[in-house]
C-alpha cells in the first residue's frame, strides 16, 4: 500500500466482507495519543497472550541481555531480566504486518520482565546500538498494577495495559522510563522499526 505520508497502516484487510460495509478494509484501533506515540489496544490476541504467559510465568532462568555474553550491553539493568529466546512468531508477524511495507523490524524472539516494587532507569533508545531505528515497539503482557512509560523530557506518560501495543519515536526528546511495578510481574516484548530501504511513497 503506497500513500501520501504513510504512517503505518490505517486500515486492515478483512478476512471475509462485513454485509452492507463497502470494501473489505476497516480503520485499525490505532491512536495517537501524543504527537508520535500510538496506541494499539488489545492488540495481542488473549489466547496469544495466555500462551505466552504460561511459558514465561514457569522461567526458572533469566538472561543477560544478548542472551550469551554478560558485557554484551553496558546497561546491566537488563541483566536477569531478559526472557530466554522462545518463538513468538505469531506476535511478531502481527507487528510486522502492521508496519509494512514502509518499516520492517527486527521480530526479537524474548521479552523482559519488571517485578512488583521495581521500576527502570531512563532509557534514551536513540543512543542504543540500533540508532539508526526510527520507531519502538512494546506489547505488554502480564496482570500488573504501576509501571507507567513516563517520557519526562515530554511532560507526558502513558499506563500500559495488558496486550497493549505501544509505538513511539526513537529520538532523545522520547527518552523514556518504567515508574515502578506495584503489583504483579510487567512483560513487554520490545523491538525497533527501521524504514525499508525500498519504500518509495507517492
Same mark, same amino acid.
Given at each position: 500500500?503506497?500513500?501520501?505520508?504513510?504512517?503505518?497502516?490505517?486500515?486492515?484487510?478483512?478476512?471475509?466482507?462485513?454485509?452492507?460495509?463497502?470494501?473489505?478494509?476497516?480503520?485499525?484501533?490505532?491512536?495517537?495519543?501524543?504527537?508520535?506515540?500510538?496506541?494499539?489496544?488489545?492488540?495481542?490476541?488473549?489466547?496469544?497472550?495466555?500462551?505466552?504467559?504460561?511459558?514465561?510465568?514457569?522461567?526458572?532462568?533469566?538472561?543477560?541481555?544478548?542472551?550469551?555474553?554478560?558485557?554484551?550491553?553496558?546497561?546491566?539493568?537488563?541483566?536477569?531480566?531478559?526472557?530466554?529466546?522462545?518463538?513468538?512468531?505469531?506476535?511478531?508477524?502481527?507487528?510486522?504486518?502492521?508496519?509494512?511495507?514502509?518499516?520492517?523490524?527486527?521480530?526479537?524472539?524474548?521479552?523482559?520482565?519488571?517485578?512488583?516494587?521495581?521500576?527502570?532507569?531512563?532509557?534514551?533508545?536513540? &543512543?542504543?546500538? *540500533?540508532?539508526?531505528?526510527?520507531?519502538? /515497539?512494546? =506489547?505488554?503482557?502480564? #496482570?500488573?498494577?504501576?509501571?507507567?512509560? $513516563?517520557?519526562?523530557?515530554? &511532560?507526558?506518560? *502513558?499506563?500500559?495495559?495488558?496486550?497493549? /501495543?505501544? =509505538?513511539?519515536?526513537? #529520538?532523545?526528546?522520547?527518552?523514556?522510563? $518504567?515508574?515502578?511495578?506495584?503489583?504483579?510481574?510487567?512483560?513487554?516484548?520490545?523491538?525497533?522499526?527501521?524504514?525499508?530501504?525500498?519504500?518509495?511513497?507517492?
Amino acid at each position: 500500500m503506497r500513500h501520501e505520508n504513510p504512517k503505518f497502516k490505517n486500515f486492515l484487510r478483512l478476512p471475509e466482507p462485513i454485509p452492507n460495509v463497502p470494501g473489505d478494509l476497516v480503520p485499525t484501533p490505532l491512536k495517537e495519543i501524543y504527537p508520535e506515540i500510538f496506541v494499539y489496544e488489545e492488540f495481542l490476541p488473549e489466547h496469544l497472550e495466555f500462551k505466552y504467559l504460561k511459558h514465561l510465568d514457569a522461567m526458572t532462568v533469566w538472561n543477560f541481555h544478548g542472551n550469551y555474553d554478560q558485557e554484551d550491553h553496558s546497561d546491566k539493568w537488563w541483566n536477569n531480566r531478559l526472557s530466554l529466546d522462545f518463538m513468538l512468531f505469531e506476535m511478531t508477524q502481527k507487528a510486522t504486518n502492521l508496519m509494512t511495507p514502509e518499516f520492517m523490524i527486527f521480530q526479537h524472539q524474548n521479552v523482559f520482565r519488571i517485578q512488583s516494587g521495581e521500576s527502570s532507569p531512563i532509557h534514551n533508545s536513540s &543512543n542504543s546500538p *540500533y540508532s539508526k531505528h526510527e520507531y519502538n /515497539l512494546a =506489547i505488554y503482557m502480564g #496482570d500488573f498494577t504501576g509501571g507507567e512509560l $513516563v517520557f519526562p523530557e515530554l &511532560n507526558f506518560k *502513558y499506563a500500559p495495559k495488558r496486550r497493549d /501495543l505501544v =509505538i513511539f519515536k526513537a #529520538d532523545p526528546k522520547y527518552s523514556h522510563y $518504567v515508574s515502578e511495578v506495584t503489583s504483579g510481574t510487567r512483560y513487554t516484548w520490545i523491538d525497533f522499526a527501521f524504514r525499508h530501504p525500498g519504500y518509495v511513497a507517492i
